[in-house]
């Protein structure tokens, strides 16, 4: 199976995603490993660095940037989500321009899942309700017009759960009913404004109505971060999965635990996954756009290069 027998090689997504907010985890602070990762009133994006990484990323055949937003933009509709640091609607624009005369495609992502929500402040405290529902179709809209009509829209939604939430002061936990009425509604929001909803895939590991309830019209990420591609855990299964639904995918990799991760994501897909329904691979270093994790970065694209080497080899 090659790429050339479905989505073409020009076609296919090589996506990098990278931070400009960070404030995504547990609302209050920590001691220990987690501090890195509570919540800033300043922006924890370096520009210099930045540049440095999307320049490398086109010098690797990477195609596609997704940009976890958060916090980083001062939104006109919501300035007070704002932190110290956060570019201003034109600065957007500006780097936006700048990445496309490059070869890079900018995709949004804003995470609503309730784990990663704290970018959205007072209103993290408030899903579900009349007023989150407000704030979330002001933002989407906004984000969209910013990015100039985007083709996808990453809404995340992952790891709504109570385990990734057990060290947060404030928990939720959207269940049953109330977590599908809230994905339709936030999909419906992209979708209106004509953008492809994006999501991560691990809702899927738990809930077997995901097959029949999730909209087919969504792109699909799920993701797996280790190296026991044949072990029959959910989370390698759901690629199989995914693919007998007839859903399109990304499958997503990652250099946080290793660094055969993202190779062994590529061969897996060519071995077991449709190339019709393949639109790409993205890797997700998950660290702060930041000095002290240049390292992290930099591999990240060095190996996402050698992916791609290794899918159309």
């Known amino acids: 199976m090659s790429g050339r027998e479905g989505t073409s090689d020009e076609a296919m997504m090589w996506g990098l995603l990278l931070h400009l907010g960070y404030n995504m985890w547990s609302d209050r602070e920590a001691s ?13 994006c370096d520009r210099g660095l930045w540049e440095d990484l999307t320049e490398r990323a086109v010098g690797a055949g990477i195609n596609t940037l997704v940009i976890d937003l958060g916090e980083g933009v001062r939104y006109d509709s919501h300035p007070e989500l704002a932190v110290e640091g956060s570019w201003s609607a034109d600065e957007l624009r500006a780097e936006l321009s700048r990445l496309r005369g490059m070869g890079l495609e900018p995709i949004p992502k804003l995470n609503f899942s309730a784990t990663h929500d704290i970018w959205l402040g007072a209103y993290s405290r408030a899903v579900s309700t009349s007023r989150y529902y407000e704030v979330c179709r002001d933002l989407i809209r906004e984000v969209i017009d910013l990015f100039d009509e985007p083709r996808l829209f990453h809404l995340g939604m992952d790891e709504e759960t109570w385990q990734h939430q057990r060290n947060y002061a404030y928990v939720v936990v959207r269940q049953h009913e109330l977590w599908w009425h809230d994905l339709e509604y936030l999909v419906g929001l992209v979708e209106e404004k004509g953008a492809q909803a994006w999501v991560w895939s691990d809702y899927a590991w738990n809930h077997d109505d995901y097959y029949e309830r999730m909209p087919r019209s969504v792109l699909q990420s799920n993701w797996y971060y280790g190296t026991a591609f044949d072990s029959p855990c959910n989370e390698v299964a759901t690629y199989q999965r995914l693919a007998e639904a007839g859903y399109d995918q990304v499958p997503t ?15 897996h897909a060519r071995e077991h996954l449709p190339v019709e329904k393949l639109q790409g691979f993205l890797m997700t270093p998950w660290k702060p756009t930041l000095p002290s994790e240049r390292s992290r970065h930099e591999q990240a694209i060095a190996l996402m290069a050698q992916a791609r080497t290794l899918w159309e080899s």
Do not use: F
């Open 32 to 44: 220990g490993s987690v501090e890195h990762i509570t919540a800033r009133p300043y922006l924890r």
């Open 253 to 267: 990799g990652s250099n946080w635990s290793t660094t055969e991760n993202m190779r062994l994501t590529v061969a």
